[in-house]
Structures are given as C-alpha cells and as structure tokens.
C-alpha cells in the first residue's frame, strides 16, 4: 500500500533557527514526490516537484530534497511568515492521484 | 490567468439533504482532480478527470458521492443524502501539460461543508 509519513506533526522554531522537516514514503514506482504550503482556510500552495533521487530544489529559504526512502525540506533562516503547515505527497506509477501525508505543521516565533 | 476557485467556500446542510459543490479549473488544464481533507486527516483522493472523462473514481467513498464534468471545464461534484461523516473541506485541483508542467496539481482555496 502507498504511504506517506510526515514528521514531526508540529515545530516551533525561533525566527533564524533553521531545520529540516521529514518525508517518508513507500510507493510502487514513484512517479513524483510533490512538497506543498497550506494556510489556515486556504488550499495546499504548490512548492516543489522531485522526480528521482538525489535531484535537489531550492526557493526562497527552503530546500527539498529527494532520496529512495525519504524526502526532506530544509527551512534556513526561517522567518514567521514560512510559519504554515506543510504537506508531502507523492504520485504511485500508473496513477494520477496524489498520496498525502497528514502534514507537519510549523510555527515560526519573531 | 486566474486559479482554480471553487463554489461556495462555506456550506452548511442538514442530514440527509443533498449538496452540489462546484469547481472551475486553470484555463486550459485538461486534468481535474477532487480531494476530501478531515479534520486531523490528510488530503484524501475522490476523483480524477481527463477531459469529460473519470478514469479514476476509486476514491469515492460511496454512491451517495458523484460527480461530473461539462466541456473539459467546470465540475461539480453531488453528495446525495449527506451524513455527519460528509463534513469536511473538499479540496479542487487542475493540472496541465507541459514539459515544466506536466504532473503538478494546483488547488483552489476548497468549500467547507458542514452537516447538523
């Protein structure tokens, strides 16, 4: 069965204070491993699509990354508008859908 | 050049009504998608069209749930006989193709359905 974790649920952090959040997937032939932004009473805000692993992307503060097991979205020097939750999804072979996970939700404090 | 917007962004019925929620894509996106997102839930896939046409229904819940799709544009996705369970927001997404673009969803803001 295709399968996203998201962790951790929930990360404060100081404005500055740079992390990293986790993606783990199992999927047969991953066709894509998407990286979207939500806002409270908004739709998911596209960020990143990686394709294979070891492929890198960067925007702004934030960078994703991509191996065979996991994908990771490195926030530096965040600030408090990057605070959001933050949804990983990846696209089985043979399907069009998206597989989500249930998000990590980040708090950047001034 | 607008992005997919969905209709009503609220909607509040009771048990056992019927609801029609409706959704106009990208211009131009050959591909529509309907997603159900509970609260401490992720994103759930419903449906997914290309064209007119549902290839993938397999994430409808039940037959109570339908939808359809007019002209390669608007859907409208119908619970029938709504239950407490239905409360949710249901999430709209379109997609196009491209050489850039191909396998990226880009969502509307959803329409938050609530049933008493």
């Known amino acids: 069965e295709d399968q996203v974790t998201q962790s951790p649920e929930a990360l404060r952090l100081q404005e500055g204070e740079s992390s990293s959040l986790n993606c783990s997937y199992t999927?047969?032939?991953?066709?894509?491993l998407f990286w979207y932004r939500q806002d409270p009473g908004k739709g998911p805000e596209f960020l990143f699509t990686l394709y294979s692993a070891g492929e890198e992307k960067e925007k702004e503060r934030l960078k994703a990354t991509l191996t065979k097991k996991e994908s990771f979205l490195h926030i530096t020097a965040p600030k408090p508008e990057d605070s959001a939750t933050y949804l990983c999804?990846?696209?089985?072979?043979?399907?069009?859908?998206?597989?989500f996970g249930k998000g990590t939700k980040l708090t950047v404090n001034p | 050049g607008a992005g997919v917007s969905q209709s009503p962004s609220n909607k509040v019925t009771e048990k056992g009504k019927d609801v029609e929620l409706r959704c106009d894509p990208i211009?131009?996106?050959?591909?529509l998608y309907w997603y159900r997102q509970s609260l401490g839930q992720g994103l759930e896939f419903l449906i997914y069209f290309q064209g007119n046409s549902a290839p993938d229904k397999s994430g409808l819940p039940s037959d109570r749930f339908s939808a359809e799709r007019t002209g390669g544009s608007v859907s409208t996705l119908t619970i029938q006989r709504t239950q407490q369970e239905d409360s949710a927001v249901y999430l709209c997404a379109s997609g196009g193709k491209g050489v850039l673009r191909y396998n990226e969803q880009f969502f509307g803001p959803g329409t938050r359905l609530t049933v008493l």
């Open positions: 211009s131009g996106h050959t591909a």
């Open positions: 999804a990846v696209r089985p072979g043979g399907s069009e859908k998206l597989v």
């Open positions: 999927v047969s032939g991953l066709r894509g």
